[in-house]
């Protein structure tokens, strides 16, 4: 895998799981990260936490992805950055979702998943494309879901915002092309992340059921996420855009 050194790298998400571990790998490869959150103290052990491995300390960002006001205010702090190469799109409602029939779903619950997951993400690129615009190019990941290919019921809310995130990176891409940028997706499935492990009933209504339905029969953990987030974000893919990679062991093939 080719090095990261000198490039900067935002992770949104990066308080646990995927977002974590993909902030530690491109840290370990010469970047400099800047790890975003909604809560201060989790973002700022979650740096701590990689700070070990990385050539250049990572920095905590705390912000709330959904809220125009406050993306602006993160994107006004990264300034003094000078550059930004890298955005990993991951935060994400997920785990602390109720599944449930879709016509239990209440409107409010409907649109904050949208907003948490989707506009985050329109929010983030609006952030920091006009950086990447000026030195030339630049790298977008999306973290979608294998749902969104699968049809999982009762999380209709969360399957429909991550096929949204699918079409998103699909226009994205086609729009910033002429600007060197390159927007893929990755789209993971059943991931055994610590924000999973905190809900045992996600865990026991999904766990066994996803397993099984492998070809590679076991526990996804965020580490199996990584190498594609990685790769996305290096150079080896200056001529991939507009993709999305399906990481589920197996369980979908396209």
């Known amino acids: 895998m080719r090095g990261m050194k000198g490039k900067v790298c935002v992770v949104t998400g990066a308080t646990s ?21 909604r809560d201060r103290g989790r973002t700022e052990a979650a740096a701590a936490e990689i700070a070990p491995v990385s050539v250049s300390p990572p920095r905590a960002e705390v912000a709330d992805l959904a809220s125009l006001e406050q993306v602006r205010g993160l994107a006004e702090r990264l300034a003094g950055l000078e550059r930004i190469d890298v955005l990993v799109n991951n935060a994400g409602l997920y785990a602390s979702l109720a599944m449930r029939p879709f ?5 409010e619950e409907w649109r904050r998943v949208m907003d948490v997951n989707v506009a985050s993400m329109f929010l983030m690129c609006r952030a920091v494309v006009p950086t ?8 977008i ?3 979608s879901s294998g749902t969104a290919f699968r049809g999982v019921p009762f999380l209709l809310h969360y399957v429909a915002s991550k096929g949204a995130i699918v079409s998103f990176t699909r226009a994205l891409a086609k729009e910033l092309g002429k ?5 893929n997706c990755v789209a993971p499935g059943f991931t055994m992340s610590d924000g999973v492990e ?7 209504a999904l766990r066994e059921v996803s397993v099984a339905a492998r070809t590679l029969q076991r526990d996804q953990v965020p580490e199996d996420v990584v190498g594609a987030v990685v790769f996305l ?19 979908y093939f396209h």
């Open 17 to 37: 799981g995927i977002g974590k571990a993909a902030a530690a790998a491109l840290a370990g490869l010469g970047a400099t990260v800047v790890l975003v959150g």
């Open 103 to 107: 016509t239990e779903i209440p409107l």
């Open 132 to 139: 990447m615009r000026e030195h030339g190019g630049g790298k």
């Open 141 to 143: 990941v999306n973290i």
């Open 179 to 183: 600007d060197g940028i390159c927007v």
């Open 198 to 204: 905190e809900h045992p009933e996600v865990i026991e």
């Open 233 to 251: 974000c290096t150079s080896a893919a200056d001529f991939v855009t507009g993709q999305t990679m399906v990481i589920d062991g197996g369980q």
